[in-house]
């Protein structure tokens, strides 16, 4: 009857995998469609890449939002941004992106991936400061103030490198394919998987065994509790405002060499990506980003093979399909 | 009184302003028939209407909707696509009228039952996607909208510059077809703000301010609120539409840049912000002080650019280079509305009341 | 017997409802100081202007002496204020352990003093790497008090403990607060439960309309039936 003499296990809560079982059920639900195994598998590989792109990209607006209730419609500068300095990094250093020795490509892609995060997440302090500081709280005027923060950045990409394409060539060893049997694995899709994995595994290993993490997840539920226990959640949040800036500059710099082009309106378009994974995912859910960001990208790649005419709003539709089923996203994380 | 619905400027200062712009609009075609002024007088009296549509969102329900150029496109596009498959004529007109409106109100109704439902953030951010979604469909389905070129289309030959209806007379002044489409787009935009006027002064407009205010307190009285922000969206749908069709009529064609793009959204933000959020008024305040500063300030940045790029300055010509206006814009914006929130009319009528 | 809090004329405005209306007390250095008074008198409202969740918008709020009434949250957390909201506020997506390894804010969890709260609360042993959002109402109660004791607090702040638990929590309860007072913190306790306060109080604070209207010692007030039902509208004998 009480609870001090109730003895035995807790009523298991119910985890509640069927969001998680999605992509693997549409994955084999277009298979059939698709009807050749290795164009199947090609597409698996193609949308798996893509959304662990999309998912570095994302990561950060999902956490900023569920931590303190801030959207930031200017996320897509951090992507551009991020973009733009890693060219000043690899077209200088051309000769060794066009070295064919991994080793050689990887030592000019780390540092341009490390300088574009630094100067994306230095870029997110300035931001956070100057846009939304001063409105904290005041849903109108944020979104106000980061969708003008989006177009200064976007003119001043502009202003400072021209309004043309920058062509990023991949480097050698990233281009081509693996050949197994009659699949084609493009190499750059299995880094961009392997990066994003790493990305994801290391917000899980952050939020759920270090104390920060902790603190992070009980600030996405109670900010007030986690203050009155003595933590200055401002502070926590501008960090991860930060690293979630810097984040987004990763993402910018993979999707650059993805499209092997730079421009500053990839900032613009890639919000709009950006915000429906967020939206599919539940606002503020790190898992439901990433199984948003592969559903997007797995929509997106079958879609355009088998409906090509469709692909344009196939995005909108998926995100109607997903509001259907459950309003708030896969995964509604905070009960405001 | 009866016609501002009882809700007047309340400063006296505004009223002479809003005389003076109306009155400067209502004789442009008499003073200054040349080509630039008519369009620039065009334009404000059609963005006043669009932005006052906005304002019936932004500043009395308090939800930032991204999809507001899109109506007006829908509106654009309609009449234009009419004018252009149907040939010249009213019966085309009255065509694009039919399908684009229901079409509008539709799609406002969609969009506001599926996303007002949960948070303002989630409906502005719906709306982007939507918007983006629809201008990719615009530019790609080129059999229909004629893609990035947009269709150009014949007015009825009433409308038609050359069409002469009064001769230059005693007044050395000409009523042809362009003068008559100016001023039905001026009698059609005036009509429009004086029915949102009529909206918000409403019991229902009432309602709208009590769900911006606090939305669980309004329903808590008992008012469905998401009921009411999606008429209110239909509304503010139905009169951008109406203005896109206005604009197609004027310049006689509908593209992308002139009535889809997400500059001419951030345009109607900056016009909002600066006029004055939830007065309506501050429309047309601000459909003035925009338009007027983009067309005669472009030229300013222009010389400026040219200028740096003559005494050598490093940078300064990119940044004032002419195309560069957005990030001037940008930078406006922000400083609008974080040091100016609540516009000039709102600037104006505080200074009317208290001398401090 | 030194104040270690005081408050001198403090008001709270949340939004257009002017809510405390001049708080004036102080809360004895070693005691428990229960707070009485019917819904909406501004009990809740008193705890959270001190711990600095809302603002007071006039008044002086003193801890040892030291003026917080414009410190953040955090810094009077930092202070030795430990907080027990009324809705328990457990972070329910962390286990048990995570919820007390975030409130044991100075570092490591101290074995001895968790045993000590086990003895309390066997439950939360037992649940240690549960879910907390899977415990039941007590159980949870039980989780956001062992988070104010975790590290010892100069200054316990607790909102309503016993609200809808089960009598036998409720003992539990009392004489976890008992020890813990013992052990030297000093406690201001809100209180509906006529019976706990009773037990625990040493002095009573009865608050009306967002003011104090009565402060004496618990035991006065206890054995004056008149005064109860003037003052809160109730007898003992429907409240035990």
Redesign the interface.
Known sequence: MTDLAASGALPKPKRDVLPVLLPVILALAVAPLIGSASSWVTLTVASLAMGMMIFIMASGLTLVFGLMDVLNFGHGAFIAVGAYIATLVLLPLAPYVQADSLLTNLAVLAPAAVLSMAVSGALGLVVERLLILPVYGQHLKQILMTTGGLIVAEQALYALWGPQIIPLPLPTSLRGSFIIGDVVIAKYRLLAMLVGLVVFAGIQLVLNRTKIGLLIRAGVENREMVEALGYRIRRLFLGVFMVGSGLAGLGGVMWALYREQVHASMGNDLTVLVFIVVIIGGLGSIGGCFIGALLVAMVANYGGFLVPKLALVSNILLMVAILMWRPRGLYAVTSR | MMVLSGDPPRSRVLSIVLIVIIAALAVTPLVFPGAKAMNVATKICIFAALVASYDLL?GYT?S?SFAHTMFYGIGSYSVAIALYSMGPGWAAVATGIVIGLPLALLLALAIGL?SL??E???F???T???A??FL??AS?LSWLTGGEDGRSFQLPELLRPGTVLISKGVFGFELNGRVLTYYLIFAGSAAMILALLRVVNSPFGRVLQAIRENRFRAEALGFRTVFHLTYANCIAALVAASAGMLNALWLRYAGPDTSLS?AIM?DI?LMV?IGGMGTIYGAIIGAAIFILAQNYLQALMSAASNAAADAGLP?LP??L?P??W??W???L??AS??FF?TGVVGRLRSIGRKPS | MTELLSLAGVHTHIGRYHILQGVDFSVAEGQTTMLLGRNGAGKTSTLRTIMGLWQASAGRISLHGRPIEHSATPDIARLGVGYVPESMAVFSDLTVKENLVLAARDGPLDDARLEWIFGFFPALKRFWLSRAGALSGGQKQMLSIARAIVEPRKLLLIDEPTKGLAPAIVVALIECFAEVKRRGATILLVEQNFFAARELGDSVLVMDNGKIVHRGEMAALASDVALQERLLGLSLETHQ
């Open positions: 932004l308090g930032v599926f439902r949960v303002a953030i989630f502005a951010m719906i982007l996607a939507v983006s979604a990719v469909l790609q997400f951030l933000l912000v940078l990119g940044l280079h195309d560069r957005l990030l814009l940008g930078l914006f922000i509305v974080y929130p």
